[in-house]
């Protein structure tokens, strides 16, 4: 048992170290957010509006006029970039200040700070980045789940009011699927708590894989595959830094190898963005995706039902906990065997944080 | 007039000394409220969660699982006690784990904390008492109304955004009826303003008498009981640290000595659990009993009824006192006649806090 | 460009300096609020109950009853006064406690502060003044507007989360009209940018006078009045330290003086008065008065219904600005051309509280 771990999350590192690694690309959107309007969200502490251009491209900004601090994402957008709606100053994708009504002369200082932004396989990044490393130092992640074509898929944003650590817990350990979603997706507590588990660390990935051998498949399965009967089950969750991948799926058992990329059977992929908010409050981005094998949109959007019962409840749970942290403020936490994956997590976390104070 | 009283009101005492008197039994719950639920409770700024075991014991413990600090209330009762709701940790009712799913070994400090508690006439009681007493040193107080089987009564809990002594003071000084609950069982205000009223003090009882010889029975008193004209009606007050008794009733003017405790006629009985939440919130457990002549349920729904709208006209009151206090805090306060009994009541407290400090 | 007004406008002065400017006449209320209930508000940190006795005149007391603190303005009504709604003080128009319901003997202590009030022009003013002025050093401002019978007008009240300079700002400068009030009166954003504005100081006043000759007149204008054509319009705002007057209208162009006090046509002369309720909220009293040609109730209704869409549009952007000010605490402000009223505001006050220090 790791005790460090569980101080971390008991109690946190000198101020000087900053709460989240900065030198990381984030969730700040899902693609189809970015329509017509811009949108104001708060992302690692820094307010931002975030817009799509005239020829599609994203950018983002710093949430506030350089004149009367009003929030950019309450004006308007515009061919040449974003109106304020207060008195009308016109800022580019790079926050230049292109127009002052009224004013032929546009002061040297009428501008805002402009971010860098991404959009990669529809999703929308951004990079803050530590002072050491202003410009990105790598690309956005690929997740080509949403672009291949093989699946289809849907998602949406959930506000947190917890840090987004306990998400990241909560999703590296799937045991709680018997306790937390007893009236979803769970059910038999001790299959997934009995679970064989293997964790590995891979850089500043770690990768949680569960198999539950020939078992019987839960009912969001059978209504969407026209399984034999009893399956070989599979969880691969993959940790990064600022998302995770959630795989699952089952063959008929013993039909195919579950630890094959290549495997067939039925799948769910989740992807899971963790953005910041505030020190204390959290960003969920998730998409859902699935290969069903007949009656597409029908399977699909019972995925996407019990997707969001599922999520509704994990958010009602680590809310409530958060909730009674901060009553117990400092008290020690016990940890058990299932919290050895959100350790491992939390050690990288804690590394990457020190590394770019 | 009593200025230190006034002071105590307004003012507060050296942070050294405990908020509330701590060796006291204090009320936690209604017996009805544990059913087969756990219920979360704040009690004397503790987060407890209550719950009834197998065999019908009541039980509390700290409402904070120690793996990772969900509150166990959020979780679900069994068999063999209270199984948190995310990761399945099993806890008895003396705050032992006797389970960690997908785990073999129980580590010792997988526990949390039990607090006593006790049922007695459908109240149930706990004790967190001071460093010097943490075992009870009495039973909890007995309250045969509940028990006797002479009476029909009901209750309820309610919520106060106010600290606990102001409603002691609300009960203590019957004199408002007349401007609170001007819309209910008061009108009169000169006959409770101008009322005899005596008080004493035994121990850390104190007792407020009033009678009200020869008046013209209220509304609720003719509709539950066949008065043949003017009534002798009586309201005795009797402060406990951890809870009021209001009794009152009447008998047909001169029938009857109304300071007989054996005296016939109409009653309805109080009971006032005033139980801190923290330092500025307060939970409020009440009860009242009656003794309809005839008619028994549609005369006792009737008291509730009315009990209810005044109680909830006390609310407002003095919630709306305290939040006022707060907006000129500091401020001093002046005494009238009718304080005498509230008064009192804060002696008795503040004697009581300095001596568990 | 000012610099130190936008400093002003981010920063704040010394704490010692009162945050408003205080021998001044504020608005407390509208005339008609006042009527068979007491009126609890906040002003300039002071609760006040505000009241009308029976003979009519206006009275404005602490809203605190001196024994146990609960509001006055939760009390009654009376011939006498107001009567606190706990134990029923009764207390006349200028704080002396007439009545203290059980006790015969009323002690020197039992008053409340009494507040310098005037009803002018059917608005309710309050005089707070410095420690150098407690008593008023003038009379309240006149505002025949509402007296003269030349006039229909109708009026309201508004919270704003905002503290009160940002009212006055938003007030100074109608350039916004093009912005903010896109979907009700606005629209043409380059006439209202680009009119002639010219500033003067007379004293503690700033006039901004815009005139816009030989324009197209706005739908409310041509709804409620017969004009021929295009119109010569004016905008006059007048800042006074605790209200504005903001007369806007039209004449058929070429046909009247604009700058004529006499002139004809048509005319919607608002009234703001904008007090101060803590450091970081408001109150804003506004009236809206206008001269129909014809169907005067009709469209009379027609000005407010519009007037009230484009405050309710101003209110969403204050306290929008004012939350992102917040969020960005102690940034620049740039200033713009349109500021130069609003600017020479903020100066008048900043002499004001520095003189009543």
Redesign the interface.
């Known amino acids: ?1 790791s005790a460090s771990a569980a101080e971390s999350l008991a109690h946190d590192a000198a101020p000087s170290v900053p709460r989240f690694p900065l030198d990381q690309w984030y969730v700040a959107a899902l693609g189809w957010e970015l329509k017509d309007q811009p949108l104001g969200r708060t992302l690692l502490n820094k ?1 931002v509006v975030l817009f799509r251009t005239a020829d599609g491209q994203v950018a983002a900004l710093e ?2 006029c ?6 950019l994402s ?1 004006g308007t957008l515009e061919e040449r970039g974003v ?7 016109l800022f580019s994708a790079d926050g230049k200040c292109l127009e ?4 032929d002369k546009l ?1 040297s ?2 501008k805002v700070p402009a971010y860098h932004v991404r959009e990669q396989d529809r999703i929308v990044w951004i990079w803050f980045g530590s002072e050491a490393h202003p410009q990105p130092t790598c690309e956005p992640p690929v997740y080509d789940v949403h672009s291949s074509g093989k699946y289809l898929f849907d998602g949406d944003v959930y506000h947190y009011d917890a840090p987004y650590q306990l998400i990241h ?1 909560n999703l590296m ?1 799937l ?2 699927l ?3 979603h007893l009236h979803t997706i769970g059910g038999n ?2 299959i997934h ?2 679970a064989q588990m293997k964790v590995e660390e891979i850089g500043d990935v770690v990768r949680v894989v569960r198999h539950m051998p020939d078992s019987v498949p839960p009912p969001t399965y059978t209504a969407a595959y026209p399984f034999k009967g009893n399956v070989d089950r599979w969880q691969e969750i993959e940790f990064h830094v600022s998302h995770l991948r959630i795989w699952t799926g089952a063959v008929d058992a013993s039909t195919d190898a579950v630890d094959d990329p290549e495997r067939g059977g039925f799948h769910m992929r989740g992807f899971h963005g963790v953005t910041p908010e505030t020190d204390t409050t959290s960003h969920y981005f998730w998409t859902m995706a699935t290969n069903p094998k007949s009656d597409p949109e029908a399977v699909k959007a019972k995925v996407i039902e019990q997707t969001i019962l599922t999520f509704d409840e994990d958010k ?2 680590v809310e ?2 958060y909730r ?2 901060c ?2 403020e400092g ?1 020690p ?6 919290d050895a994956g959100a350790n491992r997590a939390r050690r990288i976390i804690e590394q990457l944080r020190n590394s770019t104070r």
């Open positions: 048992m307010p949430d506030r350089c004149h009367r601090a009003l929030p309450n109106r304020c709606g207060y008195h009308g100053l002052i009504p009224g004013q002061p200082k009428a817990d350990d045991s709680h018997g306790y937390v507590a001790s708590m009995n009602v749970v409530a906990q009674n942290m009553r117990f008290r936490l016990l940890d058990i065997h299932v």
